[in-house]
């Protein structure tokens, strides 16, 4: 159900003001991209409160990487229903496979989970990428879509 008001908050809301702030810039969907990531990942340090230090920046880094994926879905769709799903779905799979454990606050971590999670971020570093084109600008959807609004292109 998370999915559903953190991708309203977080791109809808944040990324789409950070677009608008930016739009003059020549990297002003990387900088709102990146900021909105930043911003979404932060959010998730809140879940110290049911997991220790170590497992809440584990979270948080991993979580960069689908912010990431998730805003450039947004960019290049124009619809923040894409996003929404694809978080509900993503969080759907996390809970099937690791169970709705309560909380995290003694679990150890090996080198393993974290090089799991450095190459889960890397990985939807890499997704978002590629469905933002970045060389392929005029395909991004929502800044037409922005940029239209205002009369500007």
Known sequence: AAAFPEEFIFRGIFLGYLLKTFKSSKYGVIISLVI???LFSVYHFGNISNQNIEATI???????GIGFMLGCLYVKTGS???PMIAHFFFDFFVT???GM???YKTQQFDPSTISAVILQFLIFLLIGIMILKP????G???TRL???ENGNK
Do not use: C, D, E, P
């Open 58 to 64: 584990l979270q948080m880094f991993g979580v960069a």
């Open 146 to 148: 922005m940029y239209s």
């Open 101 to 103: 454990q309560v909380s």
């Open 36 to 38: 909105s990531t930043v």
């Open 135 to 138: 060389k392929h600008s005029g």
């Open 80 to 82: 923040l229903l894409i």
């Open 140 to 142: 991004w959807r929502l």
């Open 96 to 98: 099937i496979m690791n």
